[in-house]
């Protein structure tokens, strides 16, 4: 009998070779930045965190939980400011020790933003071929690399959760008209009243159920912490809410709003509050108007990144640690400079401009605002055209991409 043939083993070539050096080499010099990227938010000692864990202690012991204060060099005192809702997720970390804590939000939020990066990038992975696992870790490595998220992970923020709830609805449930679809963005509203923007996303893009879904879950959350924490509800309901002085000084840099940017061309003044209100109408105009152009072109992602960038903009404080939505403005960036052709002169210059905005967006956000720059702890009026540009680089950036953000044509999902 004649002998089997065998098919002689693969033999990679020398560009293959070459291609899969570059990756490892790319992957590791990113992986390489991280840490000195980290270095200077690690001051930050889960700040914020700490604050919430004490005030939970201090609310156990029967103190009026928004009577909790602590002293801060930067905006002299801090407080317990998110709603009661948020206090009831949080009061049973109270019970474990710190550094258990420090541990689960931390895993939680590498975990978040594993996934949802995951999330964002895939569909731009199916839609141009993309090798799928070099693109996730590099897409990965570059979003822990932006300053929001090492703030968010320093401080011991809980933004990511709110990123995970918004995103599963708008990125999942509303495209796919799920019951559900709302439940996300009505807890999110509840847990920190931000992300009430996209309530308002919902309803001028007409997605009428999923705009009552999302309010009605919003409502029955606050009113579930009113139950259970009937002083502390009215108390911040009808007092620290308008209380803003609690919030934070809004002229400090990190404050990356329109109204940290007015504050910090007129401190020790205040701005002029009829001025605000025209460019916080002006920008949420313009921008949801934008954002349902989107919605209505089947582009969920750009319109939600657009509605994210509005809500920075058009809220009185904004610190750096809440302006997650750069990175999915990037993802649409790079897609639609994929999308692009590259024939015809106009294409070209169309594809080289989405690359260029992907890139210094990227690198903007990477180098930040704070990490690598002391503003002083005084209130300091801006004074120079390069700490105007420095001062407001968010607010800058977050306005031109309200303008220029491309819809992308017949995306897929995300």
Sequence with gaps: ?????????????????????????????????????????????????????????????????????????????????????????????????????????????????????????????????????????????????????????????????????????????????????????????????????????????????????????????????????????????????????RVGRPDYTGNQSLFGLLNRLTVPEEPSRLLWLALVALVAGYGLWRAARAARSGDALTGLALTGLVGSLVSPITWTHHIYWFIPAVVVLVDAALDAGHGTAEERRRRWWLFALAAVTTAAVSYGVLSFQDWGVAPVRTDSPAEFLFRNEYVLLALLLVVTLPVRRAPLRG
């Design 1 to 245: 009998m004649p002998a089997e043939s065998v098919a002689p083993p693969a033999v990679a070539t020398d560009d293959q070779r070459g291609r899969l050096v570059r990756r490892v080499v790319t992957v590791l010099a990113l992986a390489a930045v991280l840490p000195v990227l980290y270095l200077p938010g690690l001051n930050h000692n889960f700040l914020d965190l700490k604050i919430y864990m004490s005030a939970m202690d201090w609310w156990r012991a029967g103190h009026p939980l928004y009577d909790y204060v602590q002293p801060d060099r930067v905006q002299g005192e801090l407080y317990f400011t998110y709603p009661p809702f948020s206090a009831l997720l949080l009061w049973p970390f109270g019970l474990l020790k710190l550094g258990a804590t420090v541990a689960i939000f931390t895993l939680l939020t590498v975990l978040a933003l594993v996934v949802t990066t995951r999330w964002l990038v895939e569909p731009v992975i199916a839609r141009h071929g993309l090798p799928r696992v070099f693109t996730l870790t590099v897409a990965v490595l570059l979003v822990f690399a932006v300053e929001s998220t090492r703030e968010t992970i320093t401080f011991g923020q809980i933004n990511m959760l709110l990123v995970v709830l918004i995103l599963a609805d708008l990125l999942f449930a509303v495209p796919g008209g799920k019951r559900w679809a709302g439940v996300g963005v009505g807890l999110a509203t509840a847990l920190k009243l931000f992300p009430g923007i996209f309530i308002v996303y919902l309803l001028v893009t007409r997605q009428w159920r999923a705009a009552v879904v999302a309010s009605v879950t919003a409502a029955a959350a606050t009113l579930l912490a009113a139950a259970v924490a009937p002083r502390a509800s009215w108390r911040f309901w009808t007092h620290e809410l308008w209380a803003t002085d």
